[in-house]
Structure formats: structure tokens, C-alpha cells
């Protein structure tokens, strides 16, 4: 098992940036694709950012490339999302998620944390 615990939500203003985090416990955190996912009102929960294995592997969805970075470190078993020029539509709860059969595909992650609010005021 692993549990995962999403932080650094809050409210920003448009342009503004947040750092997300999710702490990781259980099995060997170093072993496991993680991804981020947002989910707004209304919406489908939608692909943020997936990290493989030792991080030189990494993806985005195209509404985030250039503005989002996901990193990991193995040593603290944090996964992060540096999230940059934030926009309204940008708002969501953000959630993060291991060991998925596919990267981009939320049905196939076994694991997930809480979720943390991300606002963005315009």
C-alpha cells in the first residue's frame, strides 16, 4: 500500500504561482510512476503531469506544458508540481496518484491522495 498526502494549495492570484507537494509512505516510493490530475466543478478529472521511475521521464498535458513542472525526490518521497502563470481556468482540486497502468489515464492509478484546492482569482 501507499498512502499520499497532497499540500501547498491555497489562493492565487492570477499570474501567481503555488508549488504543490505529496508526501509518500508505504512501499517503495522510488518504484512508481506518479501523476497529477485537477478536477473543476463540471468537469472531467483531467491529466496535469506524470513522472517516471527517476524522473528523467516526464509528461504534461498540452493546456499546462510550459507552465507546470513535476519533479520528484526519491530521497524524501515527495513528488512536486511547480505551477507557474497561473490562470483562473487553472482552478481545480489537484490530486496526486501512483502506479498507473497508463500515465494519462486516471482509471488505471491505484493509488490517490485527498486533493488539495488550488484557486486562481482573475
Known amino acids: 500500500q501507499v498512502h499520499l498526502v ?6 492565487v492570484q ?3 504561482s503555488l508549488r504543490l507537494s505529496c508526501a509518500a509512505s508505504g512501499r517503495t516510493f522510488s518504484s512508481y510512476a506518479m501523476g497529477w ?3 473543476a466543478p463540471g468537469k472531467d478529472r483531467e491529466f496535469v503531469a506524470a513522472i517516471i521511475w527517476g524522473g528523467s521521464n516526464t509528461y504534461y498535458a498540452g ?4 507552465r507546470f513542472t ?8 515527495t513528488v512536486y508540481l511547480q505551477m507557474n502563470s497561473l490562470k483562473p481556468e487553472d482552478t481545480a482540486v489537484y490530486y496526486c496518484a501512483a502506479d498507473p497502468r ?4 486516471y482509471r488505471t492509478y491505484n493509488y490517490w491522495g485527498q486533493g488539495t484546492q488550488v484557486t486562481v482569482s482573475s
Open 70 to 77: 513535476i519533479s520528484r525526490d526519491n530521497a524524501k518521497d
Open 6 to 11: 497532497e499540500s501547498g494549495g491555497g489562493l
Open 37 to 39: 490530475f485537477r478536477h
Open 14 to 16: 492570477a499570474g501567481g
Open 63 to 66: 493546456s499546462v506544458k510550459g
Open 102 to 105: 497508463d500515465y494519462n489515464d
